[in-house]
């Protein structure tokens, strides 16, 4: 790899390739804007990739939910969990170009977005000696704001084609549930397991005449009935136990930093509450927190204060004494409270599938 010196020597400065790069993310982002009225709409509610007001905390609750109803109401659901393999560098270019047509973007945004791709060329250089150049015909770029729209679409209109005449899945208020997607990522959702074969089958054969292959090895199979009852999966106290043990690698990594008697301690509370607590309260909007796991949360949240202030346990300081000397931060179970209480009223309030999941009842069947 040549450096920043070598590289000057022989092409130059970097105005000229600072001056294209930025010409050619102010022209993408322009065409994202107008594509963007376009094919925004066309994602339905089960792809939570890229999508505003949508992520993986919804997905988590989704699945989660379902799992819970199916014990609830006693009836099998069988979930499998996909990835596809390079899929960001697997789709065609023909298909996406008629794919974005057939989902309404006016041909010349889409000629438009055509051209760079398709004048596009790679080479490889080894010590100096580059190779010829070589067309690339599929993928989409690497960070460019189109990307993800390019693939959210791509995959809409696969799963469109999968799910066509599919009568199959689950059903909750009134509504078939079949698959839940995070870009990539896919999960499929049956009744029975004749029904997951036969969807998976249908999901491969359309993938792949979209240049799609499944990665067989990140895919995995979980069964929820009373065979394979098994309530760790959905139990929220082994997740928190996670989540806290997760979250103490950092705090014992920054031990350097805690010892630093030239960083102040409101800094030290900032790097506490953005590297450490940031990762134990990820998706803890899903969370069930019984008496039990909120004494667990103050236990972890104690130790975290009290290793940044550096107090051991053989000084005996009650808790109340280290959230004086902090000036009495919220403390981490209200945090967690506050965000469950949040995140439910948000979904009260929307119309979208964690609703429907949420408050609505599944499809019971009879206990033998």
Excluded at 253 to 281: E, G
């Amino acid at each position: 790899m040549q450096s920043i010196e070598e590289w000057r020597a022989t092409n130059g400065s970097f105005d000229d390739l600072l001056e294209t790069y930025v010409f050619n993310l102010l022209v993408f982002n322009s065409y994202a804007i107008r594509m963007g009225g376009f094919i925004d709409w066309q994602n339905t509610q089960a792809q939570a990739g890229f999508v505003k007001g949508r992520g993986t905390r919804e997905r988590i609750l989704n699945l989660g939910q379902i799992i819970e109803k199916a014990r609830e109401h006693y009836f099998p659901v069988f979930i499998c969990f996909l990835d596809y393999s390079e899929a960001f560098d697997s789709a065609k270019w023909p298909k996406l170009w008629e794919i974005l047509i057939s989902m309404g973007v006016p041909y010349h945004l889409v000629f438009l977005i055509q051209q760079p791709y398709e004048s596009n060329s790679a080479c490889v250089g080894i010590d100096g000696n580059l190779s010829g150049q070589t067309a690339t015909r599929k993928g989409v770029r690497q960070g460019c704001r189109l990307s993800p729209m390019f693939f959210n679409i791509y995959s809409e209109f696969v799963m469109r084609q999968v799910l066509n005449n599919w009568n199959g899945g689950i059903t909750i208020g009134g509504s078939k549930i079949s698959n839940l997607r995070f870009a990539d990522k896919t999960t499929i959702i049956a009744a029975s397991q004749e029904e997951l074969v036969a969807l998976l089958n249908i999901l491969e054969q359309h993938s792949a005449a979209h240049g799609l292959g499944i990665n067989y090895n990140k895919t995995k199979v979980m069964i929820v009935d009373r065979e394979h009852d098994d309530h760790r999966a959905t139990n929220c106290e082994n997740e928190i136990r996670r989540r806290i043990q997760q979250a103490r690698v950092p705090m014992t990594k920054l031990t350097k930093i805690w010892r630093d008697h030239n960083i102040t301690k409101a800094t030290k509370m900032s790097l506490v509450q953005s590297l450490v607590f940031s990762i134990f309260l990820y998706a803890s909007e899903t969370w069930t927190v019984k008496n039990a796991d909120r004494a667990r949360i103050d236990a972890f949240e104690m130790w975290t204060w009290r290793r940044m202030l550096r107090v051991p346990y053989t000084v005996h300081r009650t808790n109340v004494s280290i959230l004086d000397e902090l000036g009495n931060p919220k403390r981490l179970s209200s945090i967690v409270s506050t965000r469950i209480l949040t995140f439910f009223g948000h979904i009260h309030r929307s119309d979208n599938m964690e609703k429907l999941v949420v408050q609505s009842h599944a499809h019971a069947g009879w206990i033998q």
